[in-house]
């Protein structure tokens, strides 16, 4: 036997564990748990593995697929529970290893998440979508240089995965059109048998790398590719969000609003950043999150969740009620389970942001069912704000409209109507904030911010961007920076091309709001 057969041979001797044998018929029960678990059959899957835990059963597969359910449910003390225990059964299982760094990740344990995708990555050198997790997760802490190192490992041993293509150019500032990086891609584009995904994570990618060095024709050539590929994945219209936000403006009236009498939650701890993606809000929250008395959640989707599940139910078409045909103990057990839910991201901070901006549409709800919540609002320059949209290739499916110019523009629309609605039902319950003001003089708006919220003057909010925070939105690589005005009238660098987008802006009453 050869030196290296004999090394593998010693080395698999090392690693290997011995796998417990199960009985047929409960290797039967497992098999129906798994299948059951697969059809979203989940009580009758948790109920079939806890039997087999009870029965001594000790497979790493049964503890984790067991966790996942745990996860599902947001039980991610007991998920974490059950993961170290399928990790002491075989530490080297990669499954179980990737979803407790997800569960950390998600429970806001970040180190105890970086050490485990480091654990997963020294295992399994070649797994290269762990290592992409830690990079995002580094770069999210604010440590540019490690993700960086670890993205540039990724387009090494996968050139091919995209994803990493693109999540490394909002990291790297490109200088002219020389830079390897520009021409790695080009060539990738170019391949005829590339896949749609990957094609619109480099149409993205490229359209930000010839920003950056002031081609705005090529950039915006690669930006409607990559847009008008992702607009083909749905089948969006205005129509639907129109009647959402004319439902919302006649029901949220001042009289029903005033006729509602409930037994309100009367903490003061939320802090509500609303309005259009795009036009500041992770900002403003990096600037109240540098407070001490602050934590910066950033975008939770409990509060618009809370007012889908509860009052916007398929039998009623997505649309609200008349707000007095709900039971007050709906509104009432919307501001308690909101509370409950923040309690568990932070127990010490006196105040907590959210940063969805999509709240702008439950504002009405917040201020029934958290009447003592602050809510902030972020204007911007409506043309700046479309074509930062336009910009963003979303990491989720909330943003249907954002990959069109026209409906960019007519989204705009309805979000102003519905932001002058509540400005007129509820007068003085919102400040506005606006992203120019607060770039050109800092120190001023932020004091006024900081009034707003109740909040003592402290120096630290005006250095916010030496603060330390997690920052998971597109916006996270500007908020690292200090204040800058460099994207105030961007969209001037474009207008050639944004013909559709200001046709629609043009018939607002103000196109800076």
Same mark, same amino acid.
């Given at each position: 036997?050869?030196?290296?057969?004999?090394?593998?041979?010693?080395?698999?001797?090392?690693?290997?564990?011995?796998?417990?044998?199960?009985?047929?018929?409960?290797?039967?029960?497992?098999?129906?748990?798994?299948?059951?678990?697969?059809?979203?059959?989940?009580?009758?899957?948790?109920?079939?593995?806890?039997?087999?835990?009870?029965?001594?059963?000790?497979?790493?597969?049964?503890?984790?697929? /067991?966790?996942?359910?745990?996860?599902?449910?947001?039980?991610?003390?007991?998920?974490?529970?059950?993961? !170290?225990?399928?990790?002491?059964?075989?530490?080297?299982?990669?499954?179980?290893?990737?979803?407790?760094?997800?569960?950390?990740?998600?429970?806001?344990?970040?180190?105890?998440?970086?050490?485990?995708?480091?654990?997963?990555?020294?295992?399994?050198?070649?797994?290269?979508?762990?290592? @992409?997790?830690?990079?995002?997760?580094?770069?999210?802490?604010?440590?540019?240089?490690?993700?960086?190192?670890?993205?540039?490992?990724?387009?090494?041993?996968?050139?091919?995965?995209?994803?990493?293509?693109?999540?490394?150019?909002?990291?790297?500032?490109?200088?002219?059109?020389?830079?390897?990086?520009?021409?790695?891609?080009?060539?990738?584009?170019?391949?005829?048998?590339?896949?749609?995904?990957?094609?619109?994570?480099?149409?993205?990618?490229?359209?930000?790398?010839?920003?950056?060095?002031?081609?705005?024709?090529?950039?915006?050539?690669?930006?409607?590719?990559?847009?008008?590929?992702?607009?083909?994945?749905?089948?969006?219209?205005?129509?639907?969000?129109?009647?959402?936000?004319?439902?919302?403006?006649?029901?949220?009236?001042?009289?029903?609003?005033?006729?509602?009498?409930?037994?309100?939650?009367?903490?003061?701890?939320?802090?509500?950043?609303? =309005?259009?993606?795009?036009?500041?809000?992770?900002?403003?929250?990096?600037?109240?999150?540098?407070?001490?008395?602050?934590?910066?959640? =950033?975008?939770?989707?409990?509060?618009?969740?809370?007012?889908?599940?509860?009052?916007?139910?398929?039998?009623?078409?997505?649309?609200?009620?008349?707000?007095?045909?709900?039971?007050?103990?709906?509104?009432?057990?919307?501001?308690?389970?909101?509370?409950?839910?923040?309690?568990?991201?932070?127990?010490?901070?006196?105040?907590?942001?959210?940063?969805?901006?999509?709240?702008?549409?439950?504002?009405?709800?917040?201020?029934?069912?958290?009447?003592?919540?602050?809510?902030?609002?972020?204007?911007?320059?409506?043309?700046?704000?479309? /074509?930062?949209?336009? !910009?963003?290739?979303?990491?989720?499916?909330?943003?249907?409209?954002?990959?069109?110019?026209?409906?960019?523009?007519?989204?705009?629309?309805?979000?102003? !109507?519905?932001?002058?609605?509540?400005?007129?039902?509820?007068? =003085?319950?919102?400040?506005?904030?606006?992203?120019?003001?607060?770039?050109?003089?800092?120190?001023?708006?932020?004091?006024?911010?900081?009034?707003?919220?109740?909040?003592?003057?402290?120096?630290?909010?005006?250095?916010?961007?030496?603060?330390?925070?997690?920052?998971?939105?597109?916006?996270? @690589?500007?908020?690292?920076?200090?204040?800058?005005?460099?994207?105030?009238?961007?969209?001037?660098?474009?207008?050639?091309?944004?013909?559709? /987008?200001?046709?629609?802006?043009?018939?607002?009453?103000?196109?800076?709001?």
């Amino acid at each position: 036997m050869s030196n290296r057969k004999r090394k593998i041979k010693r080395k698999i001797q090392k690693t290997a564990k011995p796998r417990q044998v199960i009985s047929s018929q409960q290797n039967f029960r497992l098999q129906q748990a798994v299948q059951a678990q697969s059809a979203g059959k989940l009580a009758f899957a948790e109920s079939a593995y806890r039997a087999l835990i009870a029965e001594n059963v000790k497979i790493p597969e049964l503890f984790n697929n /067991l966790a996942m359910i745990c996860t599902q449910s947001a039980r991610h003390g007991e998920a974490q529970s059950l993961l !170290k225990r399928a990790l002491a059964i075989d530490p080297r299982f990669p499954d179980a290893r990737m979803h407790l760094a997800t569960v950390y990740e998600q429970s806001g344990k970040t180190e105890q998440a970086v050490d485990c995708y480091q654990r997963l990555i020294s295992d399994h050198p070649k797994m290269f979508v762990a290592r @992409y997790l830690l990079a995002n997760l580094l770069k999210a802490q604010g440590k540019l240089e490690e993700a960086i190192t670890h993205y540039k490992k990724i387009m090494e041993q996968q050139p091919g995965y995209t994803q990493a293509h693109f999540t490394y150019s909002g990291v790297h500032n490109y200088k002219d059109v020389s830079d390897p990086h520009i021409t790695s891609m080009l060539g990738l584009y170019q391949k005829n048998s590339l896949g749609t995904d990957n094609r619109i994570h480099l149409a993205f990618a490229l359209a930000k790398a010839f920003e950056d060095i002031k081609d705005y024709p090529q950039a915006f050539h690669y930006l409607k590719a990559g847009n008008d590929l992702r607009y083909k994945k749905y089948n969006y219209t205005i129509e639907s969000d129109e009647e959402l936000i004319d439902n919302i403006i006649k029901t949220f009236s001042r009289e029903a609003l005033k006729d509602l009498t409930i037994n309100a939650e009367v903490s003061d701890r939320p802090i509500f950043i609303v =309005g259009m993606p795009r036009s500041g809000t992770t900002l403003v929250e990096k600037i109240l999150a540098s407070h001490t008395d602050v934590f910066g959640a =950033g975008e939770l989707d409990y509060l618009y969740s809370l007012g889908v599940s509860q009052f916007l139910g398929t039998s009623n078409h997505f649309q609200f009620r008349p707000l007095d045909t709900y039971s007050k103990d709906i509104y009432e057990s919307v501001g308690k389970v909101y509370l409950e839910k923040i309690n568990l991201l932070n127990e010490h901070a006196g105040r907590i942001t959210d940063k969805l901006p999509f709240n702008f549409m439950m504002i009405g709800l917040i201020k029934i069912a958290l009447p003592n919540a602050r809510i902030i609002h972020c204007v911007r320059d409506a043309r700046d704000t479309s /074509l930062s949209i336009y !910009k963003q290739n979303f990491a989720t499916e909330n943003y249907r409209f954002a990959y069109d110019l026209k409906t960019v523009g007519q989204f705009h629309k309805l979000y102003q !109507k519905v932001m002058k609605h509540w400005h007129q039902v509820m007068p =003085g319950a919102i400040y506005d904030i606006e992203y120019e003001s607060l770039t050109q003089n800092p120190e001023h708006e932020i004091r006024n911010l900081l009034s707003a919220c109740d909040l003592e003057w402290q120096e630290a909010c005006l250095n916010f961007d030496q603060s330390e925070g997690m920052v998971k939105t597109a916006s996270f @690589y500007q908020v690292r920076q200090p204040m800058y005005t460099s994207s105030v009238k961007l969209w001037e660098q474009y207008k050639d091309f944004l013909g559709p /987008l200001l046709n629609e802006l043009n018939t607002l009453e103000n196109v800076t709001s």
